[in-house]
């Protein structure tokens, strides 16, 4: 199925590649200007305000490049450093309040970019970038030289030094930062497991309780009533054959603490949302709930993810969505279970930082279904999840 790129988008692209590069092609202009330029009076000016040509064009020289910053950081520096060495050695202008400022201007340009790169590169690419741009600079500090250039060149090795400092601290604390989101969405994952595990051993401490009973009546009774102990057999291969279901779903994949206790708590399924729209309602929020196709009964671990997966949805709307209405549908199609969470707030992207979301796609993701969550275009937020139902419950 081809795509249509609409125009506008096209065209944007279209000048986020080329504008860079036609930077890069206008510099060697710029550079040869400069000698040019140094000696004239003209410049640009609107009223009172005045700027002299000899200035702007050695300053421009080092701008073109700017526009590989972004993706190509290390080209950048490498352009404006050539360019501000070019103007450094071909401007001989007998003035040395001008030689000064151009140079401090071109280079303190350059060490912002040094910070730059430090920044957004590893250190096995900043600090050489550094190193040279050090080594360049010092040695610029004595071509075409004011008064004090060895000043400027200890100006320069400060400059450098602090630049890339800078540069470096930034990026090891977006590292620390990323580094923390990502244990703590580890740690949110394995306390949702572990959450899950603790629940399905609800569900299995009932069935065995079942089956233990069930087997001793039909121990007791198999001489004297075999339909009864019959009926006792029956009841238990359908306890076991629904527990094990639950189990090669889901258990393989959990480990409960020995040290936490279960609670002795009903499972809650999809019969019990109304008590979660009653408890939205509760605080303010209206939830409309809505039941397509034909009820199915459902596995009891696949009811309690529905069950979690609203609850966590309905939370996030009452605590961030800044709406006091919402639609719950829950719909039971051909060989899966659809539930749907949509609302009319605020919107907004996945918070980085939430659990919630994180919780629900693992419970969708162990019971081998999909899961999708995010703005809707027309506003508001959309939780949606599918969990298959197994053949056997179908």
Do not use: K
């Not at 959990?254 to 109304?274: H, I, K, N, Q, V």
């Not at 199915?296 to 949805?313: K, S, T």
Request: overall charge positive; aromatic content about 4%; glycine content about 10%.
């Amino acid at each position: 199925m081809d795509v249509t790129v609409p125009l506008p988008r096209r065209a944007s692209s279209l000048a986020r590649t080329v504008l860079p590069w036609a930077g890069v092609a206008v510099l060697p202009v710029t550079v040869l200007l400069a000698p040019a330029v140094a000696w004239s009076r003209d410049g640009l000016g609107f009223g009172d305000w005045w700027l002299p040509g000899r200035y702007l064009v050695p300053l421009l020289a080092v701008a073109p490049p700017a526009g590989l910053l972004r993706r190509r950081p290390v080209l950048a520096l490498g352009l404006m450093l050539a360019a501000a060495c070019v103007v450094t050695v071909t401007v001989h202008v007998p003035e040395d309040g001008y030689l000064r400022d151009i140079w401090y201007v071109q280079f303190l340009v350059i060490d912002l970019v040094v910070g730059l790169v430090a920044a957004h590169r590893s250190r096995r690419v900043s600090v050489p970038a550094a190193v040279v741009v050090l080594a360049v600079q010092v040695l610029a500090s004595f071509v075409n030289p004011s008064q004090e250039p060895l000043s400027r060149a200890i100006l320069s090795v400060l400059a450098v030094v602090t630049a890339w400092t800078v540069g470096d601290s930034v990026r090891g604390r977006r590292r620390h930062a990323e580094a923390l989101r990502s244990h703590a969405a580890a740690e949110a994952v394995t306390a949702e497991r572990l959450r899950i595990a603790r629940e399905l051993h609800d569900m299995v401490a009932h069935s065995i309780g079942v089956i233990a009973i069930q087997a001793g009546v039909g121990a007791r009774v198999i001489d004297t009533q075999p339909a009864q102990a019959r009926a006792a057999l029956a009841t238990i291969e359908a306890t076991s054959r629904d527990t094990l279901a639950g189990l090669r779903r889901t258990l393989g994949a959990l480990r409960r603490p020995d040290a936490e206790s279960a609670s002795l708590d009903p499972t809650p399924g999809l019969d019990d949302l109304d008590r979660l729209v009653a408890a939205a309602g509760d605080a303010g929020v209206q939830v409309e709930l809505r039941r397509r196709g034909r009820p199915v009964e459902v596995p009891a671990d696949l009811g309690l993810a529905a069950f979690r997966i609203v609850q966590e949805a309905l939370t996030n709307v009452v605590r961030h969505a800044g709406t006091d209405r919402c639609r719950v549908t829950v719909e039971h199609g051909s060989g899966e279970v659809m539930v749907d969470v949509v609302d009319d707030g605020r919107g907004g992207p996945v918070a980085g930082d939430g659990h919630g979301i994180v919780g629900m796609r693992e419970r969708v993701a162990l019971l081998g279904g999909r899961f999708r969550a995010g703005p809707r275009p027309e506003g508001g937020f959309r939780v949606t999840a599918r969990l298959p139902v197994p053949e056997a419950d179908r």
